[in-house]
């Protein structure tokens, strides 16, 4: 299977690459992009949304699955991509946002126009809301005067989910899927795909001692899984090299597993371990034991659209630790995720002024908050939970790219972090497969492990740390020193140290 031994790169379309200077990243963007990409080691692109859509959660909200919207190029261009991407042997996966359309979406405007619509039942309309929040903060209920309904929204109110009950519904979708395929996409990312059904008992969610609210009924429903089985199972008839990778709003490995345990999906996003708020070493060395003993690879990533980049968050703007984060995603078992940007180092996108928010999250924070505070502790705690800071535009050389939103600041070691990823991606691909890891251990600071043949010891400590070696290995990358006899080598703070055993 190709993916398995492939490095991903998600590409956040608007901020990646303005081929036309309009201020909006773009596919002839990416098509420029594609000799950087390719020279940076990278196997497959997953492209986020690039649909036509209102953008009330910056693409997410879909108004038309089959086509692309005109501020990104058209299909010609789509193709063009697609056809320079393989030339070049780099696959292309597309996002795929199932759980719900955007209220401005045919099938929506069909469905709320009457109660006697063909497709009412397309989407899930109720007399009385229950208690359901939304994930963007307030009810997930809206009222629709025209017919004195409410509808069902998990995100935005822009955002209406659908109902996967409905027979109509899985099939618009299967169509949509065929679409694709038939275009030539290497594969697909669902999006939020766990939230898919809601129960039909329509049931308040209790609030947790957090005084929380503890989402029973509304994601990872009873039914899910059969759904998403057989969609996988029809996917690999239809073209058994299809890759699936699911995003599951969950950051318990067991939840996230079970998708690609009991549904099929080829792997899933690894949020136990990819979102951790900070450097906590004995959650990372524990998250990435428990996925170590499920049989089915991983992902690995430390970045996304949705985050703080690992820069701030993870590597506190120390080179170092974010280099040991880098070996560790790529000198691993593992199907590696890189962002835009990751790779040079690119730090969070920090707006100081509401006006400069483009997140609706971020912006539903602010106006809730400014009920309570004054407007710049406001735009603090806004920030807190802002997905804008990782969607700054990328600069590219010296030069930043502003436009619907601002330029991530660029990083003055950005050439060094650059050169750093593409030794690793060519150790990964020199040395890989790396099917099988073992001895994962966390001492004084230090994650050591083995990953085939290769003995990886990461000093995260600011102390230089002395660790035993107990096979005939020689030194193939980083500053530790081995000894002369090789029985331990010295690996001096915040830095690493790989060795190969000898045949
Ligand atoms: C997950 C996506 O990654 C996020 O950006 C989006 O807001 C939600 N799904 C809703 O589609």
Redesign the pocket.
Known sequence: MWWKNAVFYEIYLASFADSNGDGIGDIDGVREKLPYLKEAGIDALWL?PFYPSPRV??G??VSDYCAVDPQYGCLENFQSLLEEAHALSIKVII?V?F??TSTAHPWFIESSASLESAKRDWYIWRDQPTNWES??GGSAWKLDQRTNQYYYHS?AEE?ADLNWRNPEVKQAIYDVLSFWLAIGVDGFRF??INNLTVSDTFVDNPIGADGKQVHLYDVNQPGVMAVLKEMNQWLKTVDPDIFTVA?I?SDQLSVISSYVEEAGFDTAFNFNLGSIEDLDLKLLTHEFQEMNARNYLPTLFFN???MSRSWNRLAREDRGTYELLSVFLLINRGVPFLFQGEEQGVGDYLPSHISEIRD??AKNKYYEQCLFVETQQALLFANEVN?DRSRGMIPWGASQQTGWIGSSPINPEGELISSVYQELIRLRKAEGPFQVVTNIQLENGCIRYQVEHLSVVLNFSDLSVKQNISKKVQTIYGKGVLSEDRQWVQVPPKSCWIGKEEQ
Request: hydrophobic share 25%; glycine share 0%.
């Open positions: 986020t959660d910056n997410y909200d996002d946002v759980n719900h994930f963007f995100f955002q999006d939020v995003e709003s996304s659209h949705d609706i999250q997905r």
